[in-house]
Structures are given as structure tokens and as C-alpha cells.
């Protein structure tokens, strides 16, 4: 099935339902109605200055009117309707249940594909992916055929004077967010309103409007990268040269004392020739020097006590003992770019997971410090300081359930549920601090632990599941994060006024993940790709053994399949026109009658094509087919970074056992709110409407949402 | 010498315990200007007393005309050499006036810095939080006798890990956390001797001593909060790696010594013409 297009076609603005469109004072001044006879230059100014105030006086009716209208915005990533349904009729949900009852509940349609920085930034824009050009977690740039992080991009700072191993760049870097089109908030904004939006995801760097923010999920860790762990060991054969997510040390314990290195981001201002260009020199080539930054590095000391079971800590000037399974506190991290004058901070946590017989030692990924941030975590810039001389140090990174850590085995599934309770408790006391202190006229905040806990804990609850694990604490894990979020709602609901409208809301259900589909391999097999050296089939990284002359399309990201397009992409090989329709209806038809031979399911139960199914300037931007897995089905892990494994069905065995990136018909979201619903089949576009509408603001043309609010009398 | 640092501290801990006593309800900030303000105006009322005013006066006097004389005579490369010459002459005599004063200044200077660290560089617990206590030993062969040496807290503190022992350090760490607001003491001992620590948790502005050491007579007046450790003891020194204490400024925080320098300074210039000193 296809996206209906027709729904699209319904969701007109509200017709009469903004009576108080703002005119803002530049439109009016110059609007050919206040077009005059000439007249004496004093009364000229007189009736400019009587204009301007006249329409100042305008443009703040739809604020006059929006007066003490307030409204909070429960955001609760990945909270499925049959799960919740489940849970408030077992009666474990009493919050929940009393807000159904006192106004409404239904499920919220989600995005193609229904992936959290998809459905968010629909959500925040009212446009679905053609509009904000949020397709997928990564996108391909074509012309290199490398991928990238859709939700944002650092710019490089300016051209460095360098003198010797010295370095200094002329202007610093910065980064930019690549979702497209304007946010609600920003939009409320713009009439004078304020917001509270508290870690919305894409939303790295924030983006400035009349009151505050904190990034969510997208911003980078220290380093920048999404989210990168260290795992420090003394037996490091035992573990894979390379994890996605973390980075394994091998460290020696000698005298009861581990000495090791926190490596934090590249120091801009140093520079060292590489080794390849030495050695091509020393081999007497004639090449020029090529440099490279160094990694800026913190050492840090474990003075270790296996009969107390302790160890102690120096990292710079702070010591602190961790027991064994142990986790310390917000530790401070500062790396030294220029010494005695110039250092980036950071914080991290350490976990000593184990002493002895082997030493293993887990640090979080390092954060930008909220309280001297690096980078702009919020706005205005110092919030995030504010919060911190209020909340402690928080996570500030991507996403901070460290779900890598526990798919490669860092952590046990104990480990990771301590961690992740850990990151709710932080979100928790800052929801309650800003339930305290909330002034403005809107408050949004997100909670992204039920998300997390449906990937990773899946399989203790599903007995069908291929790695079905029996723990008695973790098996009722997914109730117990939904029962958690209600004693959230529990402390919503006593702490806003009656008047206030309540929304809380998911940008996607949940289903289980049995099995992964490599469809890069599938398309391998269906003849579409075609390999350099067919021997290599499962070597190399990101499409390097493909031979692009001989291949017709490719998968990319969790959902997209991309035609190799002449003109397009670096090797194209179909021609825009009838070859690549021709291409695209083939590979729909294909698509549709995938079969698993293992059980004959049909793994693929939706093609969509985004140029055709989406509105908006960037449609042509994204892939060219989005796949929607059957429930139980999704890609693998493997195929969207650009991998052929050797099986195009394989079970799935990993504690990463729960997901939504596939049909989005069968992962709805969830609308719960104060207010009466007035359709069947809300969608997240709508709800962005409906939100507008609570002050009166119309929405862009480009929106593709309806009202679906009921008044409130 | 020891025993002479210990009634030394006694006397300043009792001035200072009262004079910040009095000014401690205005807050971090306001205390620390308020006591700024006085070192500034002490400072600069003993520097009067310590310094020929007269030969100060005179040789600034000097220093003016030289000043004015490069002025009226740049035209004349000669007699602008020459005179570049006087400033540089009577700037040293300037300097071997002052020289002396400040070398006696700094006595009550350092007094007035470590007291200060004393009440504003670290900030007691707070309830449920954490902190480091490190126990350094005087020999290395006293790890010897680890096993022996103990902690002991009172109820309103716990102690929440064993004692870690590192002997590259000759020291022996444990983790407490403060459970109720108060000053107690934790009592280290090593079978023998017992040797008491001062915590404080809770409270708002109390002065907190990070370390009870007795090495050395300095040591000794480098950390006045408590009595010196006696030396017979086999243990060097208790530490408490308390938070540092930072001084809001615009809402900036700040280490008291950047604000306490530039606000003396600012106070002791503003004051010399009330107290006539020449400086």
C-alpha cells in the first residue's frame, strides 16, 4: 500500500478557525490599501507613526487572545497504543487511564518511515519528509557514495595559519542543523509567545525563538560522533578489533595500577605530519608533508585494591573510589588544547564493571559539558548552564540509554536497565524542576527511556521471539518503563492548571524484531547489484566491492533504497527517464512479493516512493523507494552501511529486539489529551496543526495537517 | 616551632572566626567584599606606618617633574635622553622604597589568604553528597600495618566503601557521604592511636578545613583549621576532598581569590587619601 495521498488532500487549514490572522507591521505598512493621496510631509509622519502603532497593536491580538493559554506536551518516543491499552487495563497505568477518561485517546499515525528523527521533525514542522528532508537516521551523499547523520552537519572552521606543529584557524567552526522549514514553537514565537522545549529531538543545534531550549537526540558527544563509549580492558584479544558505538583500549595492570587515556575530540590547534607521508618520504618519494590534528587526551590513573574490592581514581585533579559494578558520579573532564591558556570541557561517568580476575572499566560517551558547553547544546547558550547549577550534570549526547554497549556485550542486560533508570532519573528531576519553574506559554518535554527499553527488552517479554532470554526483573522491564512514565503523568496532572491543554503523545509505536532482512544482499541475489570480486561478498565497508557499472540500485539507511542514477550518483548506471520507471516499478513489484523462504512470510508489506507519495521542495532529495517491513521484520544492521552478509534472512539473536523502522501502518503512535479528538486517525502533522490552533495561529501552507482538537469551551 | 604555628592559628582563627561570624549572613559575595574591603584599608593604613612616607612623597614629586620634563623637552633629544634617564633612576629609588614595606605586607597577606581559603576555597557537603577521605601515612612501611587502620564515622555519616589501599602513595582512601546536616568527627585509627578529622555537611558558609596535617611547622600554618597531627603518629595527614566553593559573580562562578584581589586593590587605592598614605 502507498501512503494515501488522499489524506494529504484533506488536511486543509482551518477554515474561519484563526479569526485573528497576524498581519505583521512591515505587511500592513506596505499593503497598497494604506496607499494615501499626498499629503503635508508632518501629517505623512503623524499617519505612519499612528500606522506603525496601529499595526503593533495587531500583530499582538492573536497574544492578547492567547492570554494565559497554556499548553504542555508530554513527548514519550516510541509509547505504542496496544502496549499502553495492554498495561491500563491490567491497571498498571492509573494516570493514563483517568486522562483517557477525561478527555481522549487514540492512535497517532505516524511517518514513512516511521524513524524518530523522521517522525519528530514532522511533528515539530506539520510537513512530512519532503517538506523537512528528513528521510532517514543517515543519508547518502550520492556524489561521494558516503553516508552521513541526517540531523545535522559541522561546517569547518576558517583557513589556519600554521606555523611549525601550530595551528590557528582564522575563524572558528560551527554546526548546522539540516531540517528544513520552521518549527510550531518558532512559529508561536513570531506571535510574541514563549516555549520551554526540553530535548526535542533533531533540534541540534537549537533553533532560536522567544524562550528556551535543550538539543535532544542528534546532538554529538565531545567527539563528535553520536555517541562513542571506551571500554578499557586488560585482555583485549577477547574482544573484536572494532564496535560500532564504543571503542575497546587494551590497558596492562602493572603493580595494582591501571594507566590510561580519556581521547577526546581532534586539538584544531595542533599539527603533526601523518606516518604515511614520512614513511613515502623516507622512502625517498617526493611528496608533500600532509598533517593531521592530534587527538586532544585527559590521563586518568586506577590505583586498584582487589582484597576491597575498590579502586581508586585520579582523573586531573579528582579522585574518587568505585566499588566493583560500581558507577561514579558526573565526573569532570578537561582536555588541554593550548597549555595553560585554552581547554575544552567535558564530563563523563565511569563504571567499574569489573577488578579482578580481568579489569574492565566503562566510560560513557564524553559529553559536551552543560556547564561550559563547547558547542550550542541550548538556547539561550547558557539554559544548559542554568539547568546544571540547578539539576547537577545531565547527558547531553544523541541518545543516553547506551544501547551499544549492551549489543556488544559492554554491558549485561542489568548493567544496561542501571543505566538506563539512571538516564530517566536525570530527565525526571528536570521535569520536575521545569513543572516548577514553568512561565512560559508552552512546555514540551521528552522522555526517550520507554523507546530504548522496547529495542533492548523485547526479548525477555515475547517468548517468540529467536532470542528469548528468561530474567524475572527484566521480562516485566517494558511494563515497568511504561508504569514509570505514568507516575510521570501522575506529576503532570498535579502540577498544571485545569485550563492548561495537556498532549501527550509518541512518534511511533513498537513491534518485535525477529528477523532481519540484509536487502542489500536480497538485491545481490535478484541480480540488481553486482559485485567486483563475488569471493570478498562479505568484506569491505560501505559498498566498496560493488561494481557500480553493473549495479541498478542499492539500500542505504534503515529503510531507503536508492537507483544508482546517472548524473546523480558517482558511478550511475540508469538513465533518468523511462529506464529508471521501468526500474521502479520492477523493484516495487519485487519488493511487495519478497518471500522469506524459511517460513514463506512476506517480509516487505509497503513500497513508498517518495518523489511521488510526499509534498515539499525536498521529496526529491531522500531515496527513491522507502521499504515497510512486515511486523516481526526489519533491516538488518548490516545492510544500511552499505554491507552484503552472506544470508538475505537471518534471526535475530541480539539484545536489540524491538523496533518500529518498517510499515508505518503497523506502528501507530499515541495520542492521549485532555481535549476531545475529532478524528479516527490523527497524524502527527495534525497534531502540529492542532497546537497552532490552541493560540490562534494559522498554519503554513506547507503544512499538510488538520485541526483535530475540540475546542475547549 | 610546630607547637608556635599552632597558638599562631589559634589567634588568627579566633580574629577571623569573629569577624566573619559578623559578616557571614551577607552571603558568599557580599562577606567576601566586606573583608575585601577591610584588608584593602589594613593594607594600605601598615603600609603607611611601614614606609618612609616622606622619601616616598619626595620621590614621587621627582618623579611628576621628570614625567613633565618629558613633555616640555621632547623636542630636544638630549635633554629627553637625560630625563628618560632620571624617571628610570628615581623609578628604582621608588622601588627600593617600597620594596621593604611590601616584603612586610606579605606576612599579613599570606595570614589573610589562608584564612580565607579557610572560609570561602571549599564548601562543607551537602546532605547525600559524596566525598573523598585520604589518609596519608608517614612511611611506607606503615602499610605494613594497613590491615589495622580504620575508619570510623559517626551516624549522621557513612562510609561507603572499604578502605583502598595504595601504597605508591602511602595512602589509604575511603568514600563517605554526608547523611545529616552537622560537624563531626571521623576517627582514624591504627590499632593504638586515634586521630580525629572534622567534617562538616550542611550549612550555609561554614569555613571547612580540607586537611589535618602536622609534617611541618608550614604545613602546620598553611592549614590552621585544626590542630597539628602529633608527630609520634604514624599517620602524615587526613584529607577531605571537599567541593570547591564558587563565588556567584553575574551569575559567573568564580574562585574568591580573583574577585578578593581586585576588590582589596580596588578599596585599598579608594581609601589612601582618608588614611594620607603615599604609596
Known sequence: MKKPRSSHAELEPPKGGTPNTPQTAIDCVWSPAFRRPRRHPRQNELSRAALVLLCCWLSSIPSLFAAGRKVMVLGIDGMDPKLLQTFVEQGRMPNFKALMAEGDFRPLQTTMPPQSPVAWSTFMTGMDPGGHGIFDFIHVDPSKMAPYSS?????????????????????????????????????LGERGLRSTIFRMPVNFPPVKSPGRALAGMGTPDLIGSLGTFSFYVDHRSDWPPSISGGEIYGVTVTSNRVSAQLNG??????????????????????????????KMTQDFVVHLDSKAGAAKFVVGDQEFILKEKEWSDWIHVEFEAIPHLMTVSSAARFYLKQLTPKFELYVTPLQID????????????????????????????NIPEDTQAFNHGVFTAREFWEQMIFAYEERSRAMDYLLKHQDEDFLFVYFGTVDQGCHMLWHFMDPRHPGHVKDELLKDGIAKLYEMLDIQLGRVRAAIGKETTLVVMSDHGFAPFYWEVNLNTWLLEQGYITLKDPSKQESGEFFSNVDWSRTKCYAAGLNGLYINLKGREKGGSVTAGAEYENLMDQLEKALLAMKDPRNTNSPVSLVTRPRQDFQGAEKDKGPDILVGYSRGYRSSSDSPLGLFPKAAFVDNKSPWSGDHCIDYRVVPGILVTNRRITSQTPTLADLTVSLLHEYGVAPTKEMIGKQVLEPKN | MTSAASALNAVFNLVFGVLYGMLKWLGPFWSLTGIACLTGILMVWIFGKVSNQTAIERTRDRLSAELIGLRLFKDDLRVFFGIQFQVLAWTF???????????????????????????????????????????????????????SLTLRAPENLQVETPGVHVPDLKEICWRVRGVRDGRFDLIVSDGKDSIAKQVAVGGRLEGVSTIRTGESWLSCLLNPGEAPIPVQSVIESIEIRYPELDILILGKPMNWLIPFLILSLVLGFAFKGVLGVKI
Open chain 1, 265 to 294: 575530540p581532534p586539538n584544531t590547534f595542533r599539527r603533526f605530519p601523518t606516518k604515511e607521508s614520512l614513511d613515502l618520504r623516507e622512502k625517498g618519494r617526493a611528496v608533500s608533508i600532509e598533517f593531521e590534528n592530534p
Open chain 2, 93 to 147: 629609588k621608588y622601588l627600593r622604597h617600597s620594596i621593604v614595606p611590601m616584603l612586610i605586607l606579605m606576612v599579613p597577606t599570606v595570614i589573610i589568604l589562608i584564612q580565607l581559603n579557610l572560609h570561602y576555597g571549599f564548601r562543607p557537603l551537602r546532605t547525600g553528597e559524596s566525598a573523598l577521605v585520604k589518609v596519608k601515612l608517614r612511611a611506607a612501611s606503615a602499610m605494613a600495618a594497613e590491615s
Open chain 1, 151 to 187: 540531523m545535522a552537519q559541522a561546517d569547518p572552521g576558517g583557513r589556519p595559519i600554521n606555523a611549525g606543529t601550530w595551528s590557528f584557524p582564522t575563524s572558528g567552526g560551527g554546526v548546522h542543523i539540516l531540517r528544513k522549514g520552521t518549527t510550531f514553537w518558532q512559529m
Open chain 1, 370 to 397: 552543560p556547564e561550559d558547553p563547547v558547542m550550542p547544546i541550548s538556547h539561550p547558550t547558557d539554559w544548559s548552564k542554568q539547568l546544571c547549577s540547578h539539576l547537577g550534570r545531565y547527558y547531553t549526547h
